[in-house]
C-alpha cells in the first residue's frame, strides 16, 4: 500500500514548533515507505488567514528540509465540493438543519457551566416533530452523530482509544453562511487527496472520533490515525505561540543550524534503540511510529543548544561560513567580502566554544571591524609592564618574514624570560591589544587569522 500522508496548517499565524515536529513525523512517514506528503494549506478563515503567515509556513518547512510533493493544496479552492458534500449527508439523513439561535446557544453554554459539565448541544432540532421553523434564523447544518454504544479507534500511537459516543455532539457541518467548518472541509480533503495515515497532536483525538463518523456515513475508507502528545514548555505548560522558542523564526534568530533543530525535533518523543544523532538519510530509514511515546515531551533549550554546538563542530568550515555569511545578512550586516578568507580560516577555533552562528559572529568581531574598542576594564590591565611586553613583540613581529604558530611561540617564550612573567602575562596584553578585551580566542590563533599590517596597526596603537 502506498502511504499518502499530509501536513495541514492554518495560515493564521507563524508555524509552531509543534506543528513543525508533526509535518516532519508525516514527511518521514510517507518517505521511509515511498510515498507522497503533501502540504494542505487550510484557509478558510478568510478573516484571519494571511499571505504571509502561508510563507511562513512553506519557508520554515523547507529550511527545515521538509520538502512537499506537488504543489500546495489550497482548502479554499475546494469549498464547492465540501458543500455537496454536506448536503449529499443531509439528502441521505446523516445531518439535519439547525435553527437554533445565538441566544439559544449561549444559554445552553452557561447551564453546563453552572453545573459544573462540559456542553454538548442538546439535539432540539434532531428531530423537530413539534417544533416552528422561525423566519428571521438562518440554520446551519449539524451532523447527526451516534447517541449510544461506543466508538473505537486503533490509534497508531495511542493504542485502542475507545469513547462514549453520547460526549459526541452534532457538531455543525455547514455554518449559517453555508461555508463548511473545520471538520467536515478536512474529512473531505483528505478523502479526495486520497490520504492513507493522519499523523497529528493529540488535542485531535475528539475530531478524529467525530470525522470518522463522516467517513461511514459517506461509505469512505478511514485512514489509519495517530495521535502524537503534545509540545510543553521548559516550565511544564502547554507550548504556545506567545513563548519565545515556539516558531522555527526564533531558532533562526539565534544561530540554530536546521540540521540541529531538525535532529532534536525528531528526537522530542521519538526513539530509537540509544542513538541520538542522526543524519537525514538515517532518520528516514529509521523513523517508524512505534519509536512515538505517549506522553507529552518538554521542550529543552539547553539540549537544543548542545545539539547545535555539536553540528558547528563537526560541519564542514566552509559550509558552516555560508551559513554565518546567511545568518549576518538577515539579522546583523552584512559581511565585507575582504573580510571572508580571514573568516575562513578562522572557523576552525571560531567554532569551538560556539554554541550558536551568533556566538560565531560575535567571536569574530576582531575579524570584521577595523577598529576595536577596548573596554575601561580591560585598558586598566595595559599597565607600564604589559605596554613594554606589547611593544617588544612588534618589534620581533615587524621584522617576520615568514608568520608561522612556531615563529610565535619562540617569540613568546622569550618574552616571558626577558620579562620574568608567564604565558598569561605576555598573552593578555596581546589579546587586549588585538580583539579589544581579555576574552576570546587563543592568541597565536588572532595572530595568525589576521593580516600582518592589521596586527602591526593595532599594536602600534598601544603606548
Not at 512537499?68 to 489550497?74: G, L, V
Not at 453546563?112 to 416533530?129: H, M
Not at 577595523?370 to 618589534?395: A, C, M, Y
Amino acid at each position: 500500500m502506498a502511504f499518502i500522508c499530509r501536513f495541514a496548517p492554518s495560515p493564521t499565524g507563524p508555524l509552531h514548533i509543534g506543528g513543525v515536529r508533526t509535518a516532519l513525523f508525516n514527511w518521514l512517514l510517507a518517505k521511509k515507505n515511498k510515498g507522497k506528503f503533501y502540504l494542505r494549506i487550510e484557509d478558510t478563515d478568510k478573516e484571519r488567514s494571511k499571505e504571509e503567515f502561508k510563507k511562513q509556513i512553506v519557508d520554515s518547512l523547507a529550511w527545515i528540509g521538509i520538502k512537499h510533493d506537488d504543489k500546495e493544496y489550497i482548502q479554499s479552492k475546494n469549498i464547492n465540493k465540501h458543500k455537496e458534500i454536506a448536503e449529499e449527508l443531509f439528502k441521505k439523513g446523516f445531518a439535519y438543519k439547525c435553527y437554533c439561535s445565538e441566544e439559544e446557544i449561549k444559554e445552553q453554554k452557561e447551564k453546563c457551566k453552572k453545573q459544573g459539565i462540559p456542553y454538548v448541544y442538546n439535539r432540539k432540532w434532531r428531530d423537530p416533530k413539534n417544533l416552528k421553523v422561525p423566519n428571521n434564523v438562518k440554520p446551519v447544518i449539524r451532523f447527526k452523530s451516534k447517541i449510544s454504544g461506543n466508538s473505537l479507534i486503533n490509534d497508531l500511537v495511542q493504542g485502542e482509544v475507545n469513547i462514549a459516543n453520547s460526549i459526541i455532539e452534532d457538531f455543525i457541518i455547514l455554518r449559517q453562511d453555508g461555508s463548511p467548518t473545520y471538520q467536515l472541509s478536512a474529512v473531505a480533503d483528505d478523502h479526495l487527496m486520497k490520504i492513507t495515515h493522519v499523523i497529528r497532536g493529540d488535542d485531535h483525538k475528539i475530531n478524529t472520533f467525530k470525522q470518522k463518523q463522516i467517513y461511514e456515513a459517506m461509505k469512505w475508507k478511514v485512514p489509519a490515525f495517530a495521535h502524537i502528545p503534545l509540545i510543553h514548555s521548559e516550565k511544564g505548560s502547554k507550548l504556545s505561540k506567545r513563548d519565545n522558542a515556539s516558531t522555527v523564526d526564533d531558532y533562526i534568530k539565534i544561530g540554530i543550524l536546521s540540521d540541529a533543530l531538525r535532529n532534536y525535533l525528531l528526537r522530542l518523543g521519538w526513539a530509537h534503540k540509544d542513538k541520538e544523532i542522526f543524519t537525514l538519510d538515517e532518520s528516514i530509514s529509521l523513523f517508524d511510529l512505534k519509536g512515538v511515546g505517549k506522553s507529552p515531551s518538554k521542550l529543552d533549550m539547553s539540549r537544543i543548544l548542545s545539539l547545535n554546538e555539536h553540528y558547528i563542530k563537526h560541519i564542514d568550515e566552509k559550509e558552516l561560513f555560508k551559513f554565518l555569511k546567511i545568518y549576518s545578512g538577515k539579522f546583523k550586516k552584512n559581511i565585507d567580502s575582504s573580510k571572508e578568507n580571514s573568516l575562513i580560516k578562522s572557523m576552525s577555533f571560531l567554532k569551538n566554544k560556539a554554541k550558536t552562528l551568533e556566538d560565531i559572529y560575535i567571536n569574530s568581531q576582531y575579524i570584521l571591524k577595523d577598529n576595536i574598542q577596548i573596554s575601561v576594564e580591560d585598558s586598566k590591565l595595559l599597565n607600564p609592564s604589559s605596554k613594554n611586553i606589547v611593544k617588544d613583540f612588534l618589534g620581533v613581529f615587524e621584522k617576520m618574514s615568514k608568520i608561522t604558530k612556531e615563529n610565535l611561540e619562540k617569540t613568546l617564550n622569550e618574552l616571558i624570560k626577558k620579562h620574568k612573567t608567564n604565558f598569561k602575562g605576555v598573552g593578555q596584553p596581546l589579546r587586549i591589544a588585538l580583539v579589544g578585551s581579555r576574552f576570546g580566542p587563543g592568541i597565536y590563533d588572532i595572530i595568525l587569522s589576521l593580516d600582518k599590517d592589521v596586527v602591526i596597526k593595532r599594536l602600534s596603537k598601544i603606548n
